[in-house]
């Protein structure tokens, strides 16, 4: 069986030959696993239980209060009752859209943003268009990724005038280099806003723990869908993660965690700057990546299979836009998962497979 | 604020003044906790933190292939590529759900099945027929919840005389009392059968991990479902979980459970014969509790009201039946989660509270 586009780009990433300049996966060297082995033993110790039983839909109260607390601190007026604990991120957009559009609507999104958003919209049927328009919308308060920078204000503005229902996600808030954040729009528009967050980026992916919360006159309704959809976020990841933010100091990590990921990306601006002269970036705001805009339109198909056989891959550019735009070519790359010390090395292969791809597609307008 | 009837409910069940009879639980003492807390302990380990990072929509390949190895050994022709690992059973009736049915449609169901399962159809706006009818339909192979019973091998042969595709829910297909179990519809008629089962009764619920299998041409967008939904089921509990049953006599802790709910439905049952001798119902297959009928129609919210007044719980019959009959009340008792030490006392609990509404009943008849 021959393999498929997909399984050779998963098997070259997985390979140790590649250095994986793509993903967005946050870096497995600031997991605190101590700290969660620690909460581990301390809910599995628990006499009931409760931590591998059934549990409600909703999530665990104490965890919903922790969540609420965090809320609360940037301005929203919100109680442990609205927030609804979800597999992360991902199932709180795909819940917030079950509650708001249905299918063949449209959606407004930013001019790039998050492929599983866009992902999930096609797959439930909804037409990504421009912010400006669409039923509802979606967009990314503090740091959008893959641009790297807050929402834009007037474009906030805009937003809160033209009254629609916002998805606002808000995954990235805790992890702006300066540590400062835009006002949420939970806080300026709580009876329409559909707030989205995150461990997934501050502590580890695979506990899949994230949150939603929604208008109140819409929370039942969610509780039922999510109910409906799987019963319930993992009762184990849900105690671990309240008890680790009962003991640990969980704003001194994110400040280890901002330092940690703005040196990554000086580190990997650097290394663009010197080997990729024409690639052009604004320097993030926070998050995981750089955001590239290049000089020259090349099929990012072929640009990648030249980076895989050059031992480096990288996200391209297409997957962050709802309609793939027809100028140069864009990508994005990560300093978050890789080790610091093959940043130069990646970018030199990448530059290398850059010139090939370039040459190439002077070649064929010739 | 006064409280709803759920959260009165929801109080009252975890009192410890309660006996809960109700719930379908699994019984928290047989959560296997110290082996859980190696697997935990030998997995976050592991130098790359996998455990911990993201991971691929479809599950864990290591999880993948021990799971289609049980199936084999029930005569599915299967591979660890067609295993989808999921939020526990739930997210895969729903993933099955997602891929056959659209808004408005009909799914064939048994007199009596899962109350989640029509709570998700409902949900996503389909009409829950009766096994006959629908363009698919969902049935529960090797033990119905909560009739306690394998599907008749009438209704079996006529379902594959049909043709129409089966979501096959096996989530009691390890729990049977004696160990055997009906053949698989995925065995059968494995490409229109999506088959969905899970550890959550074997092992513990709070872990969400369950399983799809679903008719190869579907397979691709079955991943692409789960991916849009929630990225991937929680890596951590997927890794515990693999790892278990690499340690584990997976085989010998199922035949101790069986042992195990097989007493505690005996001492359900002779309490119930001894203290609501109108009470009737069949000695279970398997599984977690007695499905009773009853020789009175009365109020199930008023009979539930007077059964917490009492001190017990049970679940209500309607939420069992597509369209709730109009015949004598009936209702769920659940032997899986009380303490057996309880359980006369929980019946006789009820018994009063039965004997108060039915009095009640007949008086408002006259």
């Not at 793509?22 to 870096?27: E, R, T, W």
């Not at 835009?182 to 723990?209: D, E, I, M, N, W």
């Not at 805009?293 to 299979?305: H, K, M, N, Q, Y």
Request: glycine content about 8%.
């Amino acid at each position: 069986m021959s393999a498929t586009w997909e399984q050779r780009v998963r098997r070259a990433a997985a390979s140790s030959r590649v250095i994986n300049l793509g993903g967005g996966l946050p870096s497995a060297v600031q997991f605190p696993r101590a700290a969660l082995a620690s909460s581990f033993f301390r809910v599995l110790g628990v006499s009931d239980g409760f931590a591998l039983q059934y549990g409600w839909a909703e999530g665990q109260e104490s965890l919903r209060a922790l969540v609420a607390r965090r809320l609360i601190a940037r301005g929203a007026r919100v109680t442990a009752d609205d927030v609804i604990i979800t597999n992360g991120a991902q199932d709180a957009i795909s819940i917030a859209t079950q509650l708001l559009l249905r299918r063949g609507q449209s959606i407004g999104v930013e001019a790039t943003t998050y492929p599983a958003a866009l992902d999930l919209f096609r797959e439930r049927g909804l037409r990504p268009v421009s912010l400006g328009q669409g039923r509802a919308c979606y967009v990314m308060t503090s740091l959008n990724n893959p641009a790297g920078t807050a929402l834009d204000a007037e474009v906030r503005a805009s937003l809160l005038a033209r009254g629609v229902p916002i998805i606002e996600d808000d995954a990235y808030g805790d992890l702006t280099f300066d540590g400062k954040t835009a006002p949420l729009l939970l806080s300026a528009a709580p009876g329409r806003t559909y707030h989205v967050g995150t461990f997934s980026k501050t502590l580890c992916p695979g506990l899949r723990v994230g949150w939603l919360v929604v208008p109140r006159a819409y929370r039942k309704r969610a509780v039922t869908i999510k109910e409906a959809n799987d019963l319930q976020a993992n009762s184990l990841a849900q105690a671990v993660v309240s008890d680790y933010l009962r003991h640990a100091d969980f704003e001194q990590r994110l400040d280890v965690l901002r330092r940690f990921y703005r040196r990554r990306a000086a580190l990997m601006a650097r290394a663009v700057r010197r080997e990729l002269p024409s690639w052009r970036f604004r320097f993030p705001d926070g998050g995981f990546c750089l955001w590239i805009d290049t000089d020259a339109r090349v099929s990012e198909r072929r640009f990648s299979e030249l980076a895989l056989e050059e031992g480096a891959s990288f996200d391209a550019g297409s997957a962050f836009t709802a309609s793939p735009a027809q100028g140069p070519t864009r990508l994005r790359l990560c300093f978050s998962l890789a080790a610091p010390e093959t940043f130069e090395r990646g970018v030199r292969r990448l530059a290398r497979a850059w010139a090939r791809a370039t040459r190439a597609a002077r070649h064929v307008r010739r």
